[in-house]
């Protein structure tokens, strides 16, 4: 776990990632919509059928989620789950979540973030999640005291991930493994009744934390 004693400072993040996310780049997703709450909001990127999403706001009426999927047959899936339930505090997105993130998620406004199993991208790292520089901007949209779970059942994710956020990122995080009797997603389910070894980080945005982000974008 990273330990920080001096306050961090946007300069030292422009140093340190040679990579800038360009904002402006990014196209707007249509036809969307836009959550206006007053309760503490969530994101969840790659929601999938929705089952972690649908379980938190049930568990958490008074927090509201964002759940973000892409795919379009997960996301049919996952309106019709939705469809079945009562929730006001769930919101499903079915966008890029770079793209909805960018538009749509103002600085300092998220009181959390779940990426649960997200694709490893076996053949291009670069696109794992804390390997891009979109990363900078998805922490720029937490508020100070906020924290990020990414879960996966893959070693080698988990172990570059924590490197990132040791030698990249200054983010001080635990990183735990996941009890046998999870059941959060369809594919925590199924690893771990598979035997594997499902592990998760929950990263901690510090109140001293500054990116580039942090109050445009």
Not at 37 to 61: C, D, S
Request: net charge negative; proline share 5%.
């Amino acid at each position: 776990m990273t330990d920080l004693s001096q306050p961090f400072t946007d300069q030292d993040l422009s140093h340190r990632f040679e990579r800038t996310f360009r904002s402006q780049s990014v196209f707007a997703p249509k036809d969307v919509p836009v959550v206006n709450t007053n309760r503490p909001l969530f994101l969840e990127i790659g929601a999938g059928k929705g089952k972690h999403a649908v379980l938190f706001a049930k568990e958490h009426a008074d927090r509201h989620l964002i759940a973000i999927e892409r795919t379009k047959e997960k996301f049919e899936a996952f309106d019709r789950l939705l469809k079945n339930e009562q929730l006001d505090n769930l919101t499903a997105i079915h966008a890029d979540a770079i793209a909805y993130t960018t538009h749509h998620i103002a600085p300092n406004s998220l009181d959390g973030v779940f990426i649960l199993y997200p694709n490893p991208e076996p053949a291009n790292k670069n696109q794992r999640w804390l390997n891009m520089p979109f990363f900078e901007f998805l922490i720029s949209r937490m508020k100070a005291g906020a924290t990020m779970t990414i879960a996966t059942n893959v070693a080698e994710y988990i172990d570059e991930a924590q490197k990132q956020l040791d030698e990249v990122w200054l983010l001080p995080y635990e990183r735990l493994q996941i009890n046998d009797d999870s059941a959060r997603t369809h594919f925590e389910i199924k690893y771990l009744a598979r035997g594997e070894i499902c592990q998760e980080l929950v990263i901690l945005k510090p109140n001293y934390y500054q990116t580039r982000f942090d109050t445009h974008d």
